[in-house]
């Protein structure tokens, strides 16, 4: 036990006393010897302030929570308001007017009727897991109770979240405690053989996925994927294409189809929901059979997850049998401040200003602008790729040095920036209020920062590289 020393209550040193009782996610806490973390005290807007009063622009929304910036007054106040009426309910057996309406709103805006709810995304991909498997059950078809992921894709941390996700960093010490799902290829084009075009890499996607069908349909319950951009793959972006073939696949084979929008959904490419994007050539959408939500769906202020499906799935469970339900709970599901703070986050997409202006429209002004100002990053020499859909941006750089990411982390705070490369990726995923100062100060350091790590790493000596971490040590850590 480490008691707190006499020193540690006069002079609250936060850094060392985390250091001392906090195990942090996603850390070697080892490495906080050397570099301890950050304790911030306050923020707003875009902004985060530390015990020593420096600034820090939170250029990734907190883990790609936040949308309006931190203390958002529309939010503040109805968490305000919803405290001083009803604090926390059980959601068996009661309900209360926030889960209603929340749920009512998300069926208007994706067509999907029943929503389920947990706190944090791992538990959103868990319900989808068994929520699927479980409806094939009840409809006499158990043996439908595989699963299948893509190269790269992320669904959480959990057991079972964890059995979909494709990254070995994170899935290696658990192989024996999992059952792992089918990988197949992802559409990012970056998997792209030489010489093979992206529309060509998407194809060969599309067929990989219908000749394991066609073999494996039987057994399998459903798809999870993340559409349009891979978050922990290093903000892979592919063409809405793909999820059209993969809503005719699924129904062709009777598959469900998962779409984990934790990440992606809330604006963050550009449409409300980022499956909004694919569409048939007759032009009409395309609807998954599960879409899980969280991050964003409280605007990045308290912890809340849904799991939204079909009328199909919904009736699976519907029966005077006990055991056809679906007896999944958590303590806090639905809890009532998080879902009036959700609430707050579709009336702030459905408000207009004064010009006629709704967030997403804005967000099309900001991103233009973002996208000019980031120009010489693109033209950057050591930049091989660069890509931007909506409020995500992202840059790979030339670099097989595995620190990267840690060194430019740490740079982009001495620096005034939350920034958390993903390997040699570099991104920017900023809440959708950045002023055009703080666009400015954003584009500006991030090239400043590349070339300051830049300089760090090319003078290392050739020895220091082959000692550091593997470059895979990547996706959450920095
Ligand atoms: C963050 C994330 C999750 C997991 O959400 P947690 O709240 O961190 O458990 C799942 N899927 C995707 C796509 C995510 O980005």
Redesign the pocket.
Same mark, same amino acid.
């Given at each position: 036990m480490t008691a707190l020393t006499p020193m540690s209550l006069t002079q609250p040193d936060w850094a060392e006393r985390s250091r001392q009782a906090v195990w942090h996610p996603c850390t070697q806490m080892k490495v906080h010897e050397r570099f301890p973390p950050r304790a911030i005290v306050a923020a707003e807007g875009p902004w985060l302030i530390d015990d020593q009063g420096h600034r820090i622009l939170d250029a990734v929304s907190s883990?790609?929570?936040n949308l309006f910036g931190h203390n958002f007054g529309p939010i503040r106040e109805v968490i305000t308001d919803q405290l001083g009426k009803l604090d926390h309910i059980m959601l068996a057996g009661l309900t209360h007017p926030p889960v209603v309406e929340l749920s009512e709103r998300l069926a208007d805006l994706t067509g999907l009727g029943h929503a389920f709810y947990a706190?944090? !995304? /791992?538990? /959103?991909?868990e319900i989808a897991l068994k929520m699927s498997a479980h409806s094939w059950r009840n409809l006499g078809q158990p043996e439908k109770h595989q699963f299948i992921g893509l190269q790269g !894709?992320?669904? !959480?941390?959990?057991a079972g /979240?964890l059995s979909v996700?494709d990254i070995p960093l994170f899935r290696e010490a658990y192989a024996p405690l999992l059952r792992l799902s089918a990988t197949l290829p992802s559409p990012d084009p970056r998997h792209a053989a030489a010489g093979v075009s992206a529309e060509a890499h998407t194809q060969a996607a599309i067929d990989a996925l219908a000749a394991y069908l066609a073999e494996h349909h039987t057994r399998t319950a459903a798809l999870i994927l993340?559409p349009l951009v891979?978050?922990?793959a290093g903000m892979a972006m592919y063409a809405p294409d793909y999820l059209v073939a993969v809503r005719e696949l699924c129904d062709r084979y009777a598959v469900h189809w998962i779409a984990?929008?934790? /990440?992606?959904g809330f604006g963050r490419t550009g449409t409300l929901f980022a499956h909004q994007q694919a569409r048939r050539a007759d032009g009409s959408g395309v609807k998954p059979d599960f879409i899980?939500l969280?991050?964003g769906l409280t605007g990045g202020v308290l912890?809340l997850?849904a799991v939204l499906t079909t009328d199909a799935v919904y009736v699976a469970f519907y029966d005077d049998r006990t055991v056809h339900g679906f007896l999944h709970s958590h303590s806090y599901t639905g809890n009532p401040l998080a879902c009036r703070a959700a609430l707050a986050v579709l009336d702030t997409f459905a408000a207009r200003d004064a010009d006629g202006h709704d967030v997403l429209s804005r967000n099309r002004v900001v991103a233009e602008r973002f996208t000019q100002l980031t120009a010489p990053l693109r033209a950057h020499p050591r930049v091989k790729a660069t890509r931007h859909l909506g409020m995500i941006w992202a840059w790979d750089i030339d670099t097989a040095e595995p620190t990267f990411a840690a060194r430019y982390h740490r740079a982009a705070l001495d620096a005034g920036l939350l920034l958390r490369p993903i390997g040699s990726t570099l991104y920017v995923m900023p809440p959708y209020v950045l002023t055009e100062s703080d666009q400015r100060a954003l584009a500006e350091g991030l090239v400043r920062v590349l070339d300051q790590v830049l300089a760090e790493i090319d003078a290392l000596p050739v020895s220091s590289v082959s000692n550091a971490v593997p470059a895979t040590d990547a996706v959450r850590m920095a």
């Open positions: 883990w790609w929570v706190s944090d !995304g /791992a538990s /959103a991909t !894709g992320y669904h !959480g941390e959990t /979240a996700t993340e891979q978050g922990a984990d929008e934790i /990440a992606v899980c969280s991050k912890p997850s």
